[in-house]
């Protein structure tokens, strides 16, 4: 999608300048003649949300966003083989739903997002405490006690990959732990999707022992030191799903300037990720 995106971006350019240059405002609809039009080829997930990502900047822009509406600017997007169709759709969709009530620690919402026989693996090892808690009671329980720990660390989704009903989430959570010792481990949870909701989470990870990395590793972790790092300040430009996981490796703010622009996708990603996004600027 590279070369696609970097063609995206060309145009849109191209676009900008043209409206700069004219000495009247951009004409109606009925006059606008021959609309530009940005050919996107759509092959996964991944794609698709580059395409929402680019929409939601065109159509937020004053000088854009009028001509998007009108029709004066066009995508002809194409799907080609091997992209996502409804079953990947939908799991993308089950497993966020999943992600964001997980990091609520409230149960009841969790439940909401899987189903009534709904699994968890952890982590832990064959003998260890929770291994597999299957079934509303033994969920609850497991997810109690588990979230006593994890409420104090912050989780950024590094990749989310989705085929057919199974999704694969690598992600890294950091932080100081209840007894003041700091932790990162980083992890590849497996899911099953069925009927729209979780129906398996087994999961894996790798982990750090605590206080064994030194302090400047510590602050440059996802969540680490975080009274003291500082945040990641963006006067304009789009912001963008990658600039909001970037800010919460940094801290828990993200401060923008009149002039930026956040993407749909972008406030979604700080929601899940309890990310505080200010405005930099009055």
Known sequence: MAEQTDAIRKLVREAIAELRDAD??????????????IPVVIRDSADADRLAQLAGAIAASPELGPRLKSGGIAFDARLEAGADGPAEAEGRAAFDRFFEAFNTGDFDRVWETVTDDFEWRLPGGPDAPYTSAKGKAAFRDAYTKRWDFLKHFAAVNEVIFVSGDRV????????????????????LDFYIVRGGKIALKDAYNKSVPPDGRSDAAKRAAPGGARAAAPSLDIADGVITERKVVEAARLGTRLAVGRRAVITPLA????KALGLTIERSDP
């Open 24 to 37: 009247a405002p951009p004409p109606s609809a009925a006059g606008q003649g021959v609309p530009v039009r």
């Open 168 to 187: 694969y989430q690598h992600y890294r959570v950091t932080g100081t732990g209840p007894d003041g010792k700091f932790y990162d481990f980083t992890g």
């Open 267 to 270: 406030r979604d990603r700080a």
